[in-house]
């Protein structure tokens, strides 16, 4: 595994927390280059956990008759059992979560060959072209981070020039945050404002790229401490010669809002400036005649907008605010749930539990324990 990269940490990370039957195991972890490949071999390894995108390096694994798991769908035909993401419920929440924000133009940039691309793609396609909307799409590869730097500048070219002829305002789905970086920093050297003309999201929420990018960007956790630990556990059901599946695939997470997303799209000023004011005091909102109050339109007016630009009303858009406030204490704190409403927005605990059961079909505790 490259541990230069995030997932293939929190993979690791999740690898080392399983507790395989047998107190025998020993670790050694190495890059995934072809060379370094043909060093492993001379440790000869009685198994191995890899994160498999070489074709090349697949095909050598296969001789050395070892239990092998992968923890990537990169490669279009692969014989070794695989533990990933389902790679067309990311592509389909990041369809959901453009929806939302109001926008009519989709574009994506990603892999043409690599099979998580190629599902992240569908998946982001099939929620938009159910409403009738079009994908633009580019290709290039980042596998697992572009490398090429010869091509650096006719890839920027190319990738420029199809932002430049791109309707605006456009959200934009990578298949994964090295390509989404890429691209935040080709907008920002030629003026392309972020959010305001070109939305970005990417895929795995790696902590480094995100922040290091020049717009803090979007992006799609992935479940990977979790794959690395079923990634172990199957290995571990393999070396006691138990029968393990071929493909494993763990929903994705959440999605983690940063500034290359942080705006609405709607024709109407009144409705971006609700949604903003919703938004940022989700909280504190008790009813929606703040929010008409607050735009400066009477509740009625606004009202009959919401419905008739977002087929949703006013009152359920501060519920699925408050909701996702809740969503993120349950996931990423260790609050007891009886503080989660205060915290959240809502008025009691018997208001968020019918909201979960109404949005999510989920209890908040139940909620908690799918998510973590």
Known sequence: MNLEIGYCRACMHGILEYPH????????????????IRKLKNWKPDALIGHIY?????????????????????????????????????GKMAAQYFLEKGYK?????????????IDRSKGFQETLSSKNYELHKFYADFIPKYQNNSNDNSIESALLNWILKLPKPIAILASNDIPARFLTQICYNHKIRIPDEVAILGIDNDESECRLSKIPLSSIALNAEKIGYVAAKTLDQRLQQSKVPKRQQLDPLYIVPRQSTDLFISKSESINEALQFIQENSRSIKNVLEVSQAVGISRRSLEKKFQNHLGRTLLQQIHLSKLSNAQRLLRETHLPIHQIPSQSGFLSERQMNTLFRKFLHLTPRQFRQKET
């Open 105 to 117: 133009n989709f574009a994506y940039l990603g892999s043409r060959w690599a099979r998580f691309s």
């Open 21 to 36: 039957s047998s107190r025998e195991w020993f670790f050694r972890e190495w890059r995934n280059d072809p060379e370094e």
């Open 54 to 90: 070489s074709a090349k390096i697949a095909k050598e694994l296969k001789t050395w008759n070892i239990p092998v798991i992968n923890t990537t769908e990169t490669l279009p035909d692969i014989h070794f059992p695989t533990v990933d993401v389902n790679h067309r419920k990311a």
